[in-house]
């Protein structure tokens, strides 16, 4: 498998390496090494595929406070 996979959001794109495992117990597990702690898993290829996008989303997204 192609380790890196090009996110796309909101006209910009940025790469990044994604490491993926086959799960003992079936399906799928993948990790973002530059993301520590950004990891995510999937039944399928297509279901890691779309929880990575949202991990990934998740853990780029800031929260805007006003001070």
Request: negative net charge; proline residues 4%; hydrophobic residues 40%.
């Amino acid at each position: 498998m192609n380790p890196l996979y090009q996110l796309v959001t909101k006209g910009n794109i940025m790469k990044l390496k994604i490491i993926v495992h086959e799960a003992e117990e079936g399906g799928y597990w993948a990790e973002v090494p530059s993301l520590p702690g950004c990891a995510t898993q999937g039944d399928s290829f297509e279901e890691l595929l779309h929880n990575l996008y949202e991990a990934i989303e998740g853990y780029l997204s800031v929260d805007y406070v006003q001070l």
